[in-house]
């Protein structure tokens, strides 16, 4: 043990994970602020932290079943000139459900208040949890499959793992707060849900699309966003001023 706490390449094993796991995490996160919005106010923040606590689960119980993770890569069947294993299959499943749920919330937003308010009626704590676990499992497969490409001991696994689900918690109530304040990044949120849900059908088709095209995408999005939100308060300020 004073052996790990005592090497470097252990420590950048653990950094690069546990970075790597946070930034693979933003998707997780996200998710989860459009899906509890539909919650009534005082259940949203429970449900997040059942959500990433599910999350947790998953993953350190996926670590314990690294045979059969792995196994889930080995072809199942052949079909279309190519093997499809329970990895294709679950990646495919995942994405064609965030592609789904991101297409119902944006018409639900286009829609406007009326049918916004009955959407969100209709949701319940049991309703928003079960989706929150599904789509937990197939970011927790993407998680632990890029953690045993990079690490081979378990327990730096856990340790990367858990620290990212604990700057996650710590992230989630003011990445859902910043959400809900502003439609517009509601809107950009659940764009990037959609296109992360077209990576994961690609996946599941053998076609990897790398994630860092689609966070730059993101990125410059949110930044010209950003740069509408500072104009908009700016020119809010001066109507203060001159009224």
């Not at 899906?35 to 009534?40: A, D, Y």
């Not at 949203?44 to 959500?51: D, E, T």
């Amino acid at each position: 043990m004073l052996e790990w706490l005592t090497d470097p390449a252990i420590w950048l094993s653990f950094l690069t994970l546990a970075m790597l796991e946070i930034v693979l995490g933003i998707d997780n996160i996200v998710f989860l602020s459009i899906m509890t919005s539909r919650l009534p106010q005082d259940r949203q923040a429970s449900a997040r932290r059942l959500g990433l606590a599910l999350a947790l689960v998953m993953r350190i119980a996926f670590l314990f079943a690294l045979v059969w993770i792995i196994g889930l890569a080995e072809p199942l069947f052949h079909a279309f000139g190519q093997d499809v294993s329970w990895r294709d299959l679950i990646l495919f499943g995942g994405g064609v459900f965030l592609v789904w749920k991101a297409t119902q919330e944006i018409h639900s937003e286009m829609e406007g208040d009326e049918e916004a308010g009955a959407g969100a009626a209709r949701a319940t704590f049991a309703v928003v949890v079960t989706q929150i676990v599904l789509i937990d499992l197939v970011f927790s497969l993407d998680s632990i499959l890029t953690a045993i490409g990079l690490v081979d001991e378990i327990g730096i696994m856990i340790a990367a793992i858990v620290v990212a689900m604990a700057v996650m918690l710590l992230a989630a109530e003011s990445v859902a707060a910043f959400v809900n304040r502003h439609p517009s990044i509601k809107m950009l949120a659940l764009a990037f849900l959609m296109l992360i849900g077209v990576a994961l059908i690609a996946d599941g088709l053998e076609f990897h699309i790398p994630r860092g095209y689609l966070y730059s995408a993101v990125a410059f999005s949110v930044l010209v966003e950003a740069l509408n939100l500072g104009a908009a308060s700016r020119r809010r300020r001066r109507r203060r001023t001159v009224e």
